[in-house]
C-alpha cells in the first residue's frame, strides 16, 4: 500500500498541496521543497521546515495511522510504503515502513548526504564533518529516491495481490506508479480518498472517505 499526506491530515497535518497557513500561504511547496531553493535561500527553507517539524512534532497518530499498524497482524503480509515524512506511522506502531520521501526529522549533509548530528538552533546548520550546509532528511523534487526504499517498494507492487493507495493525489512520480505496477502484475487496486484522484480510472474500487473512518472499518470487517 501508499499512503499520503491525506492520512495525516485527520491528525492536524495540512496536506501538501492545500493552502498552507499563515506566513507561508504565499509560498508554493512545489517552490520550496527543491534543491534550487535550498541553495537560493537556505535560511528560508529551514524556517519552513522548522514550522513544519513543530507541527508534526505536535500531531498525533490518528485511528487511520493505527488502524493500519492492526492491520499488519490481520494479513499474511503488509508493506507500507509513505510518501509522508512526518514519522506518524511509526508512532501508531507501523514496522518496517519504508520512507519513499525521507523523513523530515533527519539531517544531512548536503554534500555527503549522510545523517548528521548538527546545531538544530543555527539558522543554517553545518556538517560537522566537511563544513557543509545541512539539509532536511527528504526527497525534493529533481532528487532521486533513496534506491533501497525505490526497490523494495517497486518489488513489493510487483507481488502484491492487493495494492490500497491511501491520501494520496497520486501526482507524484514515480511514487503515483506504483498502483500502476500493481494493477499491471495483477493485483487489485483500491483508491481511499475522499476526493477522486487523476488515476480513479484504474482503481478496481474507490472508498469515497476518509482515511480515519475507512481504514478501521475495514480492520474491524476483517
Ligand atoms: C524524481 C518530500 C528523478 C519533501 C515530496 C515521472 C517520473 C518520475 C519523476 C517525475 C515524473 N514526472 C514528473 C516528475 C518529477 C517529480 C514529480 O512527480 N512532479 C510532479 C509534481 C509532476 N518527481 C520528482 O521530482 C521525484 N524525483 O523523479 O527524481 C531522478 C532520478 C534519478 C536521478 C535524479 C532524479 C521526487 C518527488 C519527491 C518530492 N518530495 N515530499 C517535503 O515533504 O517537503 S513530494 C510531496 O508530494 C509530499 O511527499 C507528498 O506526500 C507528495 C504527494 O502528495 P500527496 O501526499 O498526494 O499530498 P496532496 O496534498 O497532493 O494530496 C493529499 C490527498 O489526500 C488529496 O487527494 C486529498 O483528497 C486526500 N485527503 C485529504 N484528506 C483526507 C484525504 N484522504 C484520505 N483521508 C483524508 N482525511
Known amino acids: 500500500m501508499l499512503t499520503g499526506a491525506g492520512i495525516s491530515a485527520e491528525s492536524g497535518v ?6 498552507q497557513s499563515g506566513l507561508w500561504s504565499k509560498y508554493d511547496p512545489m517552490e520550496l521543497a527543491t534543491p534550487d531553493a535550498f541553495l537560493r535561500d537556505p535560511e528560508l527553507v529551514w524556517r519552513w521546515y522548522r ?8 500531531a498525533n497518530p490518528n485511528p487511520g495511522h493505527v488502524a493500519l499498524a492492526e492491520l499488519a497482524s490481520l494479513v499474511p503480509r503488509l508493506t507500507l510504503v509513505t510518501q509522508n515524512v512526518d514519522s506518524l506511522h511509526q508512532r501508531a506502531g507501523s514496522k518496517d515502513v519504508i520512507e519513499f520521501h525521507g523523513n523530515i526529522f533527519e539531517d544531512r549533509c548536503f554534500v555527503e548526504g549522510c545523517v548528521v548530528d548538527c546545531d538544530a538552533e543555527a539558522s543554517v546548520p553545518v556538517c560537522p564533518g566537511c563544513g557543509s550546509k545541512v539539509r532536511p532528511g527528504v526527497v525534493w523534487f529533481g532528487e532521486a529516491i533513496p534506491e533501497h526504499a525505490l526497490n523494495q ?5 510487483q507481488e502484491c495481490d492487493m495494492f490500497l493507495s491511501i491520501g494520496t493525489s497520486s501526482l507524484v512520480y514515480p511514487a503515483a506508479g506504483l498502483a500502476e505496477v500493481a494493477k499491471d ?19 478496481d474500487y474507490a472508498i469515497a472517505d476518509k482515511a480515519g473512518s475507512a481504514l478501521p472499518a475495514i480492520v474491524e470487517a476483517l
Not at 495540512?14 to 493552502?19: L, N, Q
Not at 517498494?153 to 507492487?157: D, L, M, N, V
Open 153 to 157: 517498494s517497486f518489488a513489493a507492487a
Open 51 to 58: 514550522w513544519r517539524r513543530e507541527l508534526v512534532a505536535e
Open 185 to 203: 502484475a495483477g493485483a487489485s487496486v483500491a483508491e481511499i480518498n475522499p476526493n477522486p484522484t487523476g488515476l480513479a480510472s484504474m482503481f
Open 14 to 19: 495540512p496536506t501538501f498541496r492545500e493552502a
